[in-house]
C-alpha cells in the first residue's frame, strides 16, 4: 500500500464533537486529528451575541482569522504596549502576530461563525494561555498584589480556565466603546477582503486574496477566497513555498493532491469539510454541484505564489511540448496559449 492510500487529504472538520462553553462553540484540527495537515491548523468557531473567547495568547502560532458570518468585536495587546479595538463583519480577515494578547466576543444581532487559521501544523486551540487559567493558578497573594485587589474581589475570579465567557453585548453607543477619530476601511490589524474587486474568469469564477502586500502585519500568512461555477475548476497548479488549507464555505467539490512517484489521492469535499495540499504538491479543485462553490483557502507564507499548469504549457515551446506529451505538433499548438487560473467547464 503506497503513502496515497494511507493519507487523507480531508477531514470532516465541522462533523466532529464540539467544545461548548457560555454561548461559544469550536472544532479544531491539528496534524494530530488530520495527519496530513502539518505546516498549518484550523478552527471553525460560533459565538453568541455577548459570549467570548477570552483574553489569551498563542505560544507558537500566529493566528488568521476570517469571518463568514455574523460580527465580532476583537480586542489586541501589542508587545510595545499600545492596543487596538477593532469590529468585523462577513469577510473581513485579521491577524494575530505570535504571542500578542487578545481576545474576540459577538457583537450580534445574531450568532457569529469565523474560521482561525493557525502557521503552525502541531498548534492546538485547547493549548494556549488564559488569563483566567493563569490567574486561578497562581498564588492569590500574588494576584492580589499585581491587580490591587482585596481578598473579597479575588475570590470572585474564576477557579479555572473560562475559556468562553458571556457577557453584555457590546454597543457602539456605550461609553466602553473604543473612540476612533476618523472611519477608515482598513486598520493594523483588520483587512476587509470581502470588499475587493475580484479577479474575474468568466465561465470559470472569481479571487479575491490578500497577501503581506495588501496586509503589511501578516507577515506569515496569506487568504484566499475562490468562488468557482459548476463544473468549472481551480486548475492543476502547486505553491512552490507555502502548504495549502482550506475550508469549504458552500457546495461540493472534488480536490485531488499529486504526490510525485504516481501517487494521486482524489477525495469528494462538501460545506464544513477542511482539505489540505502540501507545499510543492500538484492539486486541483472542481466544482462537482450544481451550485456556486465557495472555499477559504489559506496559505502559511505572507506572499502568494502559485505556477499553473496552463502557464507552464503557454510558455513552452511547441516542439518541447508535442515531444514530451506525444502529441502531433499540430494538437501541441492547440494546448493554452495563456494563464487560464480557473478552467471553465467543457462545452458539449
Avoid at 63 to 82: A, F, H, I
Amino acid at each position: 500500500m503506497s503513502n496515497a492510500d494511507k493519507l487523507s487529504f480531508r477531514y470532516r472538520l465541522e462533523q466532529q464533537p464540539p467544545r461548548l462553553g457560555a454561548g461559544g462553540v469550536t472544532r479544531g484540527a491539528s496534524v494530530h486529528e488530520f495527519p496530513a495537515s502539518i505546516g498549518i491548523a484550523g478552527v471553525s468557531m460560533r459565538l453568541a451575541p455577548g459570549s467570548m473567547r477570552e483574553m489569551h495568547w498563542h505560544a507558537n502560532a500566529a493566528e488568521w482569522g476570517y469571518v463568514v458570518s455574523g460580527g465580532c468585536r476583537t480586542t489586541l495587546l501589542n508587545p510595545d504596549g499600545s492596543w487596538e479595538t477593532d469590529t468585523f463583519g462577513p469577510g473581513d480577515i485579521w491577524y494575530f502576530p505570535r504571542g500578542w494578547g487578545h481576545s474576540i466576543q459577538g457583537i450580534g444581532p445574531g450568532e457569529c461563525h469565523f474560521i482561525l487559521i493557525f502557521d503552525n501544523g502541531d498548534f492546538s486551540e485547547d493549548h494556549t494561555f488564559s488569563v483566567t487559567d493563569w490567574l486561578a493558578h497562581t498564588p492569590q497573594a500574588v494576584v492580589a498584589q499585581n491587580l490591587g485587589l482585596g481578598a473579597d474581589d479575588i475570590a470572585l475570579l474564576p477557579k479555572g480556565e473560562a475559556y468562553f465567557a458571556a457577557g453584555p453585548v457590546p454597543d457602539d453607543r456605550s461609553f466602553d466603546a473604543a473612540a476612533r477619530s476618523t472611519p477608515a476601511l482598513v486598520s493594523t490589524h483588520r483587512y476587509p477582503l470581502g470588499a475587493q474587486q475580484p479577479r474575474r474568469v468568466p465561465g470559470g469564477g472569481t479571487q479575491v486574496y490578500v497577501t503581506a502586500k495588501e496586509f503589511p502585519i501578516s507577515t506569515s500568512m496569506a487568504g484566499s477566497v475562490l468562488e468557482i461555477q459548476p463544473g468549472a475548476m481551480r486548475e492543476l497548479h502547486w505553491h512552490p513555498s507555502a502548504d495549502e488549507w482550506q475550508y469549504y464555505l458552500e457546495g461540493s467539490a472534488e480536490m485531488g493532491v499529486f504526490l510525485a512517484e504516481g501517487q494521486v489521492v482524489v477525495e469528494p469535499f462538501e460545506q464544513g469539510d477542511i482539505g489540505y495540499a502540501p507545499m510543492g504538491s500538484g492539486h486541483y479543485i472542481r466544482n462537482t454541484g450544481e451550485g456556486m462553490l465557495r472555499v477559504l483557502v489559506g496559505f502559511n507564507n505572507g506572499l502568494y505564489e502559485s505556477n499553473d499548469l496552463s502557464a507552464w504549457l503557454a510558455s513552452t515551446p511547441p516542439d518541447v511540448l508535442a515531444t514530451n506529451l506525444n502529441l502531433p505538433r499540430a494538437t501541441a499548438e492547440r494546448l493554452p496559449h495563456r494563464t487560464l487560473f480557473m478552467a471553465p467547464p467543457i462545452r458539449a
